[in-house]
């Protein structure tokens, strides 16, 4: 899939110069603001001179700003716009919500357009036919790991969740060939999640990862579910990449239980009985 314009900037901002960095940061901050604004205005708001952006243009393949604005503008009217606001220091509460709410949402409608079904279809198949499935993750994708169990036990799977290192090493070391182990991992550069994967795979069990593409846990993963997110992990714990691995869980789920059909309605009926006399009457 083809990526727009504002996903582009996004991805090339480190290998810009300085100057055309405030120019693309600028644009991904007011995206819509900018996107029909004149040289000057862009030039001003950004604190550059009119030739830094014509050379930022340049550095992204268009002549000029009035074709890169023609086509940038032309890429938030049609599919998904790439929003990524960067939060600051003085944004009210009203701007704060407003971008927190904007970047969740924009991240899962790309999330959906980049759905490669064929794997999830995959993904969906392994879990269904598991002896066991387990889902590990560390710090908050082991909370996403901990929502994944939360839902698959209920379609009465034996699964387990963990997000100890030394748990999950041990774990992995028992799983084979008719099991499943689902990796989450927002950088999926984690040492943890790593090791255990690879000892995973060793004994022949069948990997799924949620994770960016182009990381060494999608390179090992048999089964990958791309969750490709831009937000600013060093001033806050990922948010919006939570928000996508959680909607994938979701997919994975509902996916099983259709699969599964009447096998996963009685057990799920089941664990609603078992809580209905434990809801207050009030």
Same mark, same amino acid.
């Given at each position: 899939?083809?990526?727009?314009?504002? @996903?582009?900037?996004?991805?090339?901002?480190?290998?810009?110069?300085?100057?055309?960095?405030? $120019?693309?940061?600028?644009?991904?901050? /007011?995206?819509?603001?900018?996107?029909?604004?004149?040289?000057?205005?862009? @030039?001003?708001?950004?604190?550059?001179?009119?030739?830094?952006?014509? =050379?930022?243009?340049?550095?992204?393949?268009?002549?000029?700003?009035?074709?890169?604005?023609? *086509?940038?503008?032309?890429?938030?009217?049609?599919?998904?716009?790439?929003?990524?606001?960067?939060? +600051?220091?003085?944004?009210?509460?009203?701007?704060?919500?407003?971008?927190?709410?904007? +970047?969740?949402?924009?991240?899962?409608?790309?999330?959906?357009?980049?759905?490669?079904?064929?794997?999830?279809?995959? !993904?969906?198949?392994?879990?269904?036919?598991?002896?066991?499935?387990?889902?590990?993750?560390?710090? +908050?994708?082991?909370?996403? !790991? *901990?929502?994944?169990?939360?839902?698959?036990? /209920?379609?009465?799977? !034996?699964?387990?969740?963990?997000?100890?290192?030394?748990?999950?090493?041990? @774990?992995?070391?028992? %799983?084979?060939?008719?099991?499943?182990? $689902?990796?989450?991992?927002?950088?999926?550069?984690? =040492?943890?999640? %790593?090791?255990?994967?690879?000892?995973?795979?060793? +004994?022949?069990?069948?990997?799924?990862?949620?994770?960016?593409?182009?990381?060494? %846990?999608?390179?090992?993963?048999?089964?990958?579910?791309?969750?490709?997110? *831009?937000?600013?992990?060093?001033?806050?714990?990922?948010?919006?990449? =939570?928000?996508?691995?959680?909607? %994938?869980?979701?997919?994975?789920?509902?996916?099983?239980?259709?699969?599964?059909?009447?096998?996963?309605? =009685?057990?799920?009926?089941?664990?609603?009985k078992s809580l209905r006399n434990r809801r207050?009457?009030?």
């Open positions: 899939m083809t990526k727009s314009l504002p @996903a582009r900037i996004a991805q090339d901002l480190a290998t810009l110069s300085a100057a055309e960095r405030k $120019v693309g940061q600028l644009l991904l901050d /007011r995206t819509h603001d900018v996107a029909h604004a004149a040289l000057g205005d862009v @030039a001003r708001l950004a604190g550059v001179s009119e030739p830094t952006v014509i =050379r930022f243009c340049r550095s992204m393949g268009y002549k000029g700003w009035p074709d890169f604005k023609i *086509q940038f503008a032309a890429g938030l009217m049609t599919g998904v716009p790439y929003v990524h606001s960067s939060l +600051n220091a003085d944004d009210g509460a009203g701007v704060l919500a407003a971008k927190v709410m904007d +970047n969740a949402v924009s991240a899962l409608l790309r999330a959906r357009n980049d759905i490669q079904a064929g794997q999830v279809d995959a !993904a969906i198949g392994l879990i269904s036919r598991a002896r066991r499935v387990e889902f590990y993750g560390v710090g +908050n994708s082991g909370i996403v !790991a *901990q929502d994944a169990q939360h839902k698959f036990f /209920r379609f009465d799977l !034996a699964t387990a969740a963990y997000s100890d290192s030394h748990v999950q090493l041990m @774990a992995a070391s028992l %799983l084979g060939p008719s099991d499943v182990l $689902v990796a989450i991992s927002h950088s999926g550069r984690s =040492r943890e999640i %790593l090791d255990a994967v690879r000892l995973a795979r060793r +004994n022949r069990c069948p990997v799924v990862a949620i994770t960016a593409s182009g990381t060494p %846990l999608a390179d090992l993963a048999g089964v990958l579910l791309r969750a490709d997110t *831009q937000e600013d992990t060093e001033l806050y714990s990922p948010m919006i990449s =939570r928000l996508v691995h959680l909607a %994938l869980i979701d997919v994975l789920a509902l996916g099983v239980a259709l699969k599964r059909g009447k096998e996963a309605s =009685r057990s799920l009926e089941k664990t609603k207050s009457s009030l």
